[in-house]
Every structure is written in structure tokens, then in C-alpha cells.
């Protein structure tokens, strides 16, 4: 029981707090702040590796190595496809913990 308690809090941490880094990602992508998007990338980055979230921590690593033209350029794109990964993402770890109930999507 403790395990699957610790695995549920570990699983809906990480669905929760990366909502909250794609939003400020966009944000920080909105308001051209390149400094602060390659921060969040990274803290995005360790997150989703720490989950093994393969596909998400690919694209985060993508994003933490634009250069500022490229940013400019490419930055949008990624931040989409690291949107559109999460979804499946969370889908996937609903669907593993077997209770949607419990993680909230």
C-alpha cells in the first residue's frame, strides 16, 4: 500500500507540476524571455527523465539548446510537440496507475 501511495503522489506531482512548466514555457515563450525558457526547459528536462518520460525529456533537451536565432525560429514548434507528447504522457501514467480517479488529469 505505502508503495502505491508513493507511486500515485510521485505520478500526480509530476502530471501537476508540468502542466505548470508548459504553461510558463509558453509565457516565457510569448514574451520572447529566452533566458527563462531555457531554465524551465531544464527543469522539465530532469523531471521527465526522472519519470522516464523518454519522448518529453528529448524534447525538453532540444529546447534547452536553442541558441537565441533559433529560439526565435523553433521554439514554438518544440514547446508543441512537448504539449502534445505530455498529453499521451499523462495518458500513459493514468492508464499505469489502473484508477484515474486517484491521479486527476
Known amino acids: 500500500k505505502g ?12 502530471i501537476s507540476e508540468t502542466e505548470k512548466l508548459l504553461d510558463s514555457l509558453e509565457a516565457a515563450l510569448s514574451d520572447g524571455k529566452y533566458s527563462a525558457f531555457k531554465e524551465l526547459a531544464h527543469i522539465l528536462k530532469g523531471s521527465s527523465g526522472n519519470i522516464g518520460a523518454k519522448g518529453l525529456h528529448q524534447i525538453s533537451r532540444e529546447m534547452m539548446q536553442l541558441d537565441p536565432t533559433e529560439f526565435q525560429d523553433s521554439a514554438g514548434e518544440l514547446l508543441s510537440k ?23 488529469i
Not at 82 to 104: H, I
Request: glycine share 8%; net charge neutral; aromatic share 12%.
Open 3 to 14: 508503495d502505491e501511495n508513493f507511486l500515485q503522489t510521485v505520478v500526480h506531482g509530476f
Open 82 to 104: 512537448a504539449q502534445g507528447n505530455f498529453k499521451s504522457t499523462k495518458l500513459k501514467l493514468v492508464q499505469y496507475m489502473g484508477d484515474s480517479e486517484r491521479v486527476s
